[in-house]
């Protein structure tokens, strides 16, 4: 973990039983890209993980640096580590529709899926359900702030939850509206 995380998200650290793909999200908060010409090599080689679990050798060759939108490149990663399979539309957020299995409602875990801009639209974010408060889920993701980090989106931004079928059922997390929601994740 390349920084600690925020107070009223360290009860993740303290879970007996956590997905697996949670389990690798909290151990990767922090990550973050680096400004100008240098580029984290981390997040450039989950792009190797990533195509060797099946998603296609040309995403090897798409993340060239670490300023490409990577929030689907950061769920495919940890769907890889946790075993799971990973398809070729995994760089896309809205491509996260077709994974797994639908879910009505999100438990600890699952991947939220959102748009960005227009509803019926192509650009999207994704990432893992934390929580949620009244308005907001809580979701741990990549690209969010440049960064690996936990932010609040709204609940009416939601496109669709999906948990991989042998994924345990997550349970639902009540949390304190606390921070703002974010607008644009990247």
């Given amino acids: 973990m390349d920084k600690l995380l925020p107070a009223g998200y360290v009860w ?12 690798e999200a909290v ?3 922090g990550v973050e890209e680096i400004p100008g010409e240098d580029h984290d090599p981390r997040i450039l080689a989950w792009a190797s993980t990533v195509a060797d679990a099946g998603a ?21 990663y940890l769907a890889a580590k946790s075993g799971y399979r990973v398809q070729p539309d995994c760089l896309s957020a809205r491509g996260w529709l077709d994974w797994g299995e639908r ?19 192509k650009s999207g ?26 932010t609040r989106i709204s609940k009416d931004r939601l496109l669709g939850v999906r948990r991989y079928p042998d ?7 009540s949390l304190s509206p606390k921070g703002k929601l974010s607008e644009n994740e990247a």
Avoid at 57 to 75: H, R, S
Avoid at 167 to 173: C, E, T
Wanted: glycine letters at 14%.
């Fill in 167 to 173: 994924a345990q059922v997550g349970r639902r997390v």
């Fill in 56 to 76: 296609g050798a040309w995403i090897k060759d798409f993340y060239t640096n670490d300023e490409i939108p990577w929030c689907g490149l950061f769920v495919a």
């Fill in 12 to 23: 993740l650290m303290l879970e007996a039983v956590m997905p697996q793909m949670l389990l």
């Fill in 125 to 150: 974010h994704v990432g893992l359900y934390v929580g949620e408060d009244e308005e907001a889920f809580h979701v741990l993701g990549g690209n969010q702030g440049n960064q690996v980090s936990i």
């Fill in 103 to 121: 879910c009505d409602y999100p438990g600890l875990g699952d991947v939220l899926i959102f748009y960005r801009g227009n509803p019926s639209g």
């Fill in 27 to 29: 151990r990767l908060y």
